[in-house]
């Protein structure tokens, strides 16, 4: 069965650092992991996708994960935290044998101080 | 290009009521998928439909039903609210079903059950 847990349930940085939000995977196939972004009131915005090519996967607004299947991690960075960056953040797994049936982490909430 | 519509966006109904969502997806997308978004339980599968076609269910009691239109529009149902059911309700389309689709989800439909 599939699963995600992700470590951080808030995360508080100030503006121009790097941000760092974690996320755990379990998964019996050759899982897609995702990471959607959902700002307040908001549907859910796509913000990367693995699906077993480059283990760096780059996003938009300068996010990017790295896929390391042996820590079976899919950790979400960006280098400098921007005000607008303040939203919710789910890692998504989703599995080959599931159809579109994706499985959503807890979320992490993440605060950019000015 | 269209994204996905949700109507309505707000709606309050009471305990023992029914109520019906409605999605259109992104045209020449044909697998519609919705998701249950609460405080306490995140975000969590209900159904996906594919062609006219359920192809997988997530753990639901019976009360809620979906359905699939031969334009692709989807349609979910759920009887006999009761308080738990006050939610935000997302639907999602892809073009396919593989399971490496990216989803792009629709702004939602809050429901409040009074």
């Known amino acids: 069965a599939q699963s995600v847990t992700q470590l951080d349930s808030h995360v508080s940085v100030s503006e121009g650092t790097p941000v760092l939000l974690r996320c755990n995977y379990s998964?019996?196939?050759?899982?897609?992991l995702f990471w959607y972004v959902q700002h307040p009131n908001k549907g859910l915005q796509l913000l990367l996708k693995?699906?077993?090519?480059?283990?760096l996967v780059k996003g938009i607004n300068g996010f990017e994960a790295e896929f390391k299947k042996s820590e079976t991690s899919f950790h979400l960075t960006k280098p400098s935290a921007h005000m607008s960056d303040a939203a919710e953040y789910f890692c998504v797994v989703s599995d080959s044998g599931y159809g579109n049936k994706l499985v959503f982490g807890a979320g992490t909430i993440l605060r950019v101080k000015s | 290009k269209a994204g996905v519509t949700q109507t309505p966006r707000y709606l309050i109904k009471t305990r023992g009521q029914q109520v019906t969502l409605s999605c259109s997806p992104i045209s020449g997308h044909r697998s519609v998928s919705w998701y249950q978004q609460t405080p306490g339980q995140g975000l969590q599968f209900l159904f996906e439909?594919?062609?006219?076609?359920?192809?997988n269910k997530g753990n639901f009691p019976g009360r809620f039903s979906g359905r699939q239109f031969s334009n692709s529009r989807s349609e979910m149902n759920v009887s006999t609210l009761e308080l738990g059911d006050s939610a935000l309700y997302l639907c999602?389309?892809?073009?396919?079903?593989?399971?490496?689709?990216?989803?792009?989800f629709g702004a939602g439909s809050r429901l409040t059950v009074l």
């Open positions: 693995y699906t077993s090519a480059a283990t």
């Open positions: 998964s019996s196939y050759s899982p897609s």
């Open positions: 999602a389309s892809s073009l396919g079903a593989s399971g490496a689709n990216v989803l792009t």
């Open positions: 439909y594919f062609s006219e076609t359920q192809r």
